[in-house]
């Protein structure tokens, strides 16, 4: 469902279809799995079976005596790491972090973390090997929660490590006043005068909230194959969000300069944050310069759960004050956020985002960010976003009902709007936050009638600030009129069509003339990952700005052709130039005089714009709860969003839908289950429970389309806002359904039931 | 002028001020300027003449893509924006930071 919208073009706003659809359901499209060279070998990777653990002694006598195997190596073969901060697009890291986690120097931070990997001619063999490498551990005791990491006396993992205040954590600053065992940071931020704004207060309302681990589910697991060559250049060819970013890590971990490495990006099965760092890629890199052949790794998805970075498991608590008309006078948040076993959790955007659908004078959210014995996070779409939110909407549909003022009325008085300043200051422009609310109230979903026992209505928003960063883009005209369309974005969730629409708009030509392409890193300029909903908006401005070359350079050839001055010949937006006497060529007609008029016209374009417009979501939900097992049903699901300009609105669509049913995973089923020793015991799909479509109803979309000024077709970032909602809506629609307020997610039935059933 | 919010982990240097006035036609010229206001400012989020990796600053909202050399109109709000993910702390074995 699409809200009615001025759509004043020709291709942006309609839905052709994909490029690589032919090929990806057809089992054509190139994985990294497909990749097979000659004399390639196979990698795997040893893990620590502990959650904490000093390495005594490895010895890969037996492995390496085994027919077939090749090599092994431990952190001891990779350079020594510096300790600097490297950038990855989406977060910062600390390069000696980055590489620990790699494989392990001196000790196990977590079971699942990679100690020792090796090669061999046959992956059975290679599996094989890999029980023949002897590792002699020394027990350590593992910290598994904030609140263990965090106790007074606890055992801290780094040793060396202590508080520090965020922004100040880079400099030779001073520690934080205040130092918390495994806390590595502690960042607030403030707006206003709290104090005062609880003194308005006629209600205080103050909360606490979990959420487990999760991580980001994609089916396709992490893969990498390495060619280190005589010469010394590496090529490698992966699943990555960011050929860019895994080149400047891959130099950083093995001291290359970038010109010697070159990355190939594969078609990618999801990411959604996840697949940003390095994890075997390096591996197979110093396997194949020691054994001077390709060197292939998959991970099993055992692997995957166990040694990649899901999302932070996370304690917030919320204190709300708000007159008796329901204004809010101040909102105060502490998050504690897992970073797992390196510093670097999403704990900052969960302060920065939880507050700002609303207009509150006066804020303050502290954030630490704690170290515990599980695997480092990792981005995972709006990382950090949905906790702090669950935690938020949650106590504001409390406090609903406290002042018996409709939830979404509560939510409407209380509204930013254009000019209303953020936790950091920063003040609103051209928003779609109040449109998103409204076009909730208006929605038949909000407006039907919920009937049935057992059966609940929730509804939350949702925040995300969205992202610009580093873009480039070529196109070249050919001579049959199409355009070659050059793109260093990775294709996750449908940008090959976004961007080929996008320059078919600029050039006034159908979509089918554009054939877009993704290519590695020696073929293009710098290109920031896809994440951080940025690459419709960015990449797509630089297709817009290649576009415009392009149009600027036919008006001067045609003018050539016409022997006229250029300043009376325009390229209008129908893709026909016109010049003087009606003289007009279309778009086919003067590619098809380029070769013979002075040769091929090409658009390019490097940008980093600014103007990214944030995103907001209120998503609307119907359960029902089982009185006997507490198994929650989702009967219906509504997503309204301010998408800016829906380029293609069926990925826009499937955009929302995808993040809305990760978020009711996040609120219902998916969940890391630890022993006590702090072993993951549910690293597979079987018990790592992800909503299938047999969970979910459909998905209902209203697309809210407030163009952003900042973009010249108006896009505003779709990814990951619509994971943030859906949390805290099916929390509040359990409350609603039961009167259980369910402050532990996921609310699986074993945590409902304890709430459900009598005491005894 | 332009008018800088400072983050509650600086205002400390600022004389727990919430914003601070300075000229600047640039962010490097405002975040100098602004030295002698918030001593030591500069040296935490300025490093070998560019900005500190993780610190952000934005104009009126908007993130400045072109870090320090970026424009910064008369009246502009300047915000020191925090990382929006990433942690801090220092590489384990590598001793306390100096106080």
């Known amino acids: 469902m699409v809200a009615p919208a001025k759509k004043p073009y020709r291709v942006v706003g309609s839905r052709p279809v994909r490029p690589d659809g032919t090929d990806k359901v057809t089992g054509r499209a190139n994985y990294g799995a497909d990749i097979r060279l000659p004399g390639m070998l196979y990698g795997r990777v040893l893990r620590s079976p502990h959650a904490h653990a000093r390495i005594v002694r490895i010895d890969a006598a037996k492995a390496l005596a085994l027919p077939g195997v090749k090599a092994v190596i431990t952190q001891a073969d990779f350079p020594a790491a510096e300790d600097a901060i490297t950038d990855l697009g989406e977060t910062a890291s600390n390069l000696k972090w980055l590489v620990d986690n790699v494989l392990a120097s001196d000790r196990a931070l977590y079971h699942g973390h990679a100690v020792a990997a090796l090669a061999a001619t046959d992956p059975h063999v290679a599996e094989d090997a890999l029980a023949l490498i002897e590792v002699e551990y020394e027990e350590l005791p593992p910290v598994l929660s904030v609140h263990e990491a965090m106790a007074e006396g606890a055992p801290r993992v780094h040793p060396n490590m202590h508080t520090v205040e965020m922004l100040a954590r880079f400099s030779p600053g001073p520690r934080s006043e205040h130092d918390i065992p495994n806390a590595a940071s502690h960042l607030r931020l403030e707006i206003g005068d709290l104090d005062q704004g609880f003194a308005e207060a006629e209600v205080v309302i103050e909360r606490e909230y979990e959420t487990g681990t999760a991580h980001q589910g994609y089916i396709e697991p992490h893969n990498g194959t390495a060619l280190w060559n005589e010469s010394g250049e590496l090529t490698v060819w992966l699943s990555t969000q960011g050929p860019f970013m895994m080149r400047d890590q891959l130099a950083r971990v093995l001291k290359l300069p970038v010109s010697k490495i070159r990355v190939i990006p594969m078609e990618i099965g999801g990411g959604f944050g996840g697949k940003i760092p390095v994890y075997m890629e390096p591996m197979a890199a110093v396997l194949s310069k020691k054994t001077g052949r390709p060197v292939k790794m998959i991970m099993q998805r055992d692997e995957v759960l166990f040694g990649t970075g899901p999302t932070s498991a996370t304690y917030v608590r919320v204190k709300l004050g708000a007159k008796r008309d329901g204004t809010l006078t101040a909102a105060e948040a502490y998050l504690a956020y897992e970073a797992g076993a390196y510093p670097g959790s999403p704990v900052g955007a969960g302060g920065m985002c939880m507050f700002s659908p609303y207009s509150v004078p006066n804020q303050r959210a502290d954030c630490y960010d704690v170290i515990v014995n599980k695997p480092k996070v990792s981005a995972y779409r709006a990382p950090g976003a949905p906790a702090g939110s669950f935690a938020m909407e949650s106590t504001l549909d409390e406090l609903a009902e406290q002042l018996d003022i409709d939830p979404l009325e509560l939510r409407q008085r209380n509204a930013a709007v254009d000019g209303t300043r953020r936790i950091d200051g920063a003040a609103f422009q051209s928003i779609g936050n109040e449109a998103v609310m409204r076009a909730a109230a208006e929605s038949p979903h909000w407006n039907s009638e919920l009937q049935g026992e057992n059966r609940g209505r929730g509804i939350a928003m949702g925040y995300w600030g969205n992202g610009g960063l580093e873009s480039s883009a070529y196109a070249t005209v050919n001579r049959d009129g199409t355009v070659g369309l050059v793109l260093g974005s990775v294709d996750i969730g449908g940008q090959r069509a976004a961007l080929a629409m996008q320059i078919a708009e600029t050039l006034g030509i159908d979509y089918e003339q554009v054939k877009p392409i993704v290519v590695d890193t020696d073929s293009i300029g710098f290109t920031a990952v896809t994440g951080g909903s940025r690459t419709t908006f960015a990449t797509g401005w630089a297709v817009h700005e290649a576009g415009l070359e392009i149009r600027r350079e036919l008006e001067a050839r045609a003018a050539r052709i016409w022997e006229v001055d250029a300043s009376l010949v325009h390229y209008d937006d129908d893709g026909v130039i016109r010049g003087p006497e009606d003289r007009s060529f279309t778009f086919r007609e003067i590619a098809g005089q380029l070769h013979r008029t002075g040769g091929t016209v090409q658009g390019k374009a490097d940008v980093m714009p600014e103007g990214t417009g944030p995103a907001f979501a209120c998503h609307i939900v119907d359960v029902e709860v089982d009185p006997d097992t507490a198994k929650v049903e989702v009967l219906r699901y509504t997503a309204i969003q301010d998408v800016g300009t829906a380029i293609h609105p069926d990925y826009v669509e499937g955009q929302i839908q995808g993040g809305a049913v990760q978020g009711i995973g996040m609120a219902l089923t998916e969940e890391y289950v630890y022993d006590d020793q702090g072993r993951l015991r549910n690293a597979s799909l079987l018990d790592y429970r992800m909503p299938t479509t047999l969970d979910v109803p459909q998905i209902d979309t209203i697309l809210v389309e407030e163009p952003n000024p900042g973009h010249p077709y108006g896009v505003r970032g779709v990814g990951e806002v619509p994971i943030v909602p859906p949390l805290a809506a099916v929390a509040n629609a359990i409350h609603q359904a039961t009167g259980v307020r369910t402050r532990r997610l996921p609310a699986s039935p074993r945590v409902l039931l304890e709430e459900l059933l009598p005491e005894e | ?99």
Request: proline share 9%.
């Open chain 2, 1 to 99: 002028m332009a008018t800088v919010f400072i983050p509650a982990s600086l205002r400390r240097l600022c004389g727990d001020r919430h914003s601070v006035e300075v000229e600047g036609a640039t962010l490097r010229q405002v975040i100098e300027n602004l030295d002698p206001e918030c001593p030591g400012i500069h040296a935490l989020i300025v490093e070998e003449g560019m900005l500190r990796p993780g610190i952000q600053l934005a104009v009126n909202g908007s993130t400045a893509a072109t870090g320090l050399l970026r424009e910064v109109p008369a009246d502009a709000e300047v915000q020191i924006l925090p990382a929006m993910s990433g942690g801090a702390g220092e590489a384990p074995g590598r001793g306390a930071p100096p106080r």
